[in-house]
Each structure stands twice: as structure tokens, then as C-alpha cells.
């Protein structure tokens, strides 16, 4: 039995193939590169039954992943994630509970485990010694995770407001790691001066191969857990877009194997205000972003200015008849407390944005009361600043009152 099916990597803008035994960045024509697979031979040899009566979890999915063998794999236990419904927060009136894809229970408490446990193994196996990245934080404590449980060493710069949290345990994960003054593109350009002299490999969102492999799990698995259909719709907190760009690519590849039927789930990116190039674009038509200038937000993990991915998120959007929403810190800080009082689930800022999006796309007809929608917490909300506490009290106090 054939472990991966995995053939070649392909250009995602020329279509040009490029040799899978061999470590890759780019492309020649400077674009992502995506991993292509013998769908045809897949479907001949392994049928879906197969892979739903595995152990749950990312590995079950290893033909559609591109590690050679079992051997291979570095791994921190990587579940699969539960579908939460909002059974109680609110939503318009006749509107189905949407359900929430806590990414949050991943190992380091995001979605980042996903692809940094393939890109980092993927890494090794081509005999690579040393990763740096440019992070807003999660995607740098998934590296140096992975990158210590393979043995590797880890480099990560981080924009200065980076949450604590994230900075510390991506030290504590052995990385050496930097706050820098500036935004994640100023990030990734320290990252590239420092290719040369260090000889670390770029692990930056879509500038190897491998991260959105790991990411395409979310959409595969979506498709396991609801039975081989899939919701009407999905909204995704948009940074680079991995994710995106990665779910469309596994229902894609899915379809192609006859393991799921259309429609598709239309794509929602969903950005912040204070960041918003990819909602600009898509409103535009262009197929292109231009970079946000003076991007700010609560929810660190989409706050990208620029995504080199940008036409990859925008052509999945329209090809699936999706759009694009930005929404405010304050609308972001509503949600995120209406659904931990309202359902108990602590969010994150970014995942607390697709609830926000949902309700202004409910409220104004993009969506409809029958759509079955799945938003996507990317982490755990314990890894953000939360109001302190200020209420007191003392302990021979006689009457306790509530107000
Ligand atoms: C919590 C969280 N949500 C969303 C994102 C955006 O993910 P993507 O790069 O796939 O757009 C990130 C990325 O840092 C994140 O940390």
C-alpha cells in the first residue's frame, strides 16, 4: 500500500511542475508552489470508508499529505478539532446555531500545528538544520514546537505587540525569538537577510510548499466529520490565507476523488478594519491586493498587509461564490465576550471576528437562515490579553453584594 500519493509540485500561476525530492521554495516564477497528487490511483486504491474507520486525527489523512513514509512524521498529538454550535449567543431570528471549529485544541493551542508539523518535517526530511519565520505569534510557537521536537533549531521575529503569551512560549519552546518594530513584512524581509549568513530556511506562509498541505486537513476533515457533505458556508479569519486557500484546495481534491459532491461551501474571508486589503480587492474585482498601509487590530493573527497568496484567496473566493467582510476591534471585542458569557467558549480575537461577520452577513441577506455555517476559531482565547478583574473582596466581609 502506497503511504503518500504524492507526484510533483506545481506553479500556482504558470503551472509549471517542479521536483518534490528536492527542497523547494518558490517557484521560478516566484510564486507558491502546491503539491500535486495521483488522485486517479488514489481513487483506485483506497476507498472513503478506509480513511473514516482510521483513529481520528490529521495522520489518517497521510495519502493526501506529501511525507514519503510513517518514519517521517514529528508529532505533538494533532486531534481532530470538535464542531461547536452557538447554541445560545446570538443570531437573526430563524437562523441555524452556526457551528464553531475550535482550532483551538490543537497541540500549541492553534490552527499553526497543522502546517508547521508538515513544512517542519518536510523540512528535515531534505536535511534542513535550521527554520526561521515571520510570525504574529502562533504560527512561531507551532514552528519552534515542531522544530524542537525534530530536533531543528528555530529563529522567529516578531512584530513588537505581539500577545505575551506567544513570544514567551515560543522561547520557552527553545526558539531564539525577536520583537522587531515594525509589521510582519518587515519581518519576513529579516528573515530573508538572514538566509546567507545563517543558512536557516524560510518557513514564511506560502513561501515553501508544505504549511497549506497541513492546513488542507481543516477542509478534509470538515468533510469526515459531517458524513461526506459539507456546510453552505465558511468563514475564515483571514491573514495570508493558508487555510483558505488550503480547505478550497482539499474539497478540490476531494471532488476530483468522487468522496464529495457540489456545491462546495462558499469561502468568506474575513478580515478587520484596520487591515482589510484582501475585502478591498475582492470588492474592487481585482485579483491582486494592494498592501494596507498602517494596519492595526486586535486580532493579531490576521493583521497581514500584504499576502503573497493574495490572487489564490481571491479566485477561491469567487470560484466559490464567496465574498469578503471586514469587521471592527469593537465588533471583535463584542463578539468575543457575547460567546464566552452566552456559550462558554473562549474565542479568539480572530476567531471572535468571524462571529461578527456571520451575524453582519445573516443580518443583510449574504447569508440565509438555512445555511449551515462553520466558523473558525484558529486558537485557543487563553492565548490573548483578557480584561483584568477588578472586583474584590474581603474575606471577613459579612455580606457579599452582587452589584
Ligand atoms: C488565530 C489566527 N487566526 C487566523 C490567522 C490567519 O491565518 P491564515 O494565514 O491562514 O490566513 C492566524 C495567522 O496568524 C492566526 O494566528
New binding site residues.
Partial sequence: MRYTYATHLECSETGERHDISKLQGLSTAKKPLLARYDLAALKRGVPREQIAARPAGLWRWHELLPLPDATAIISLGEIETPLVPLANSERPAGFRPPLVKDEGRLPTG?F?ARGLALAVAMARLHGVRRVAIPT????GAAMAAYAAQGGLEAFCFCPDDTPETNLSEIALQGAIVWRVNGLIDDCARLVAAGKEQFGWFDMS?LREPYRIEG?KTMGLELAVQLQWRLPQVVFY????????IGMWKAWQELHELGWITPPLPRLVAVQASGCAPIVRAFDAGKRHAEPWANAHTVAA??R?PAALGDFLILDALRASNGFALAVSDEEIEAARAQVGARDGLLL?P??AATYAAYLAAARSGRIGPTDEAVLFN??SGLKYPMPSVTRRIDVGARQITLD
Fill in positions: 492553534s499553526k504574529n505569534g502562533n504560527a506562509t492546513k479569519p483571514t491573514g495570508g490565507g493558508t487555510g483558505l493573527g490576521i497581514v479568539s480572530e476567531g484558529c486558537a
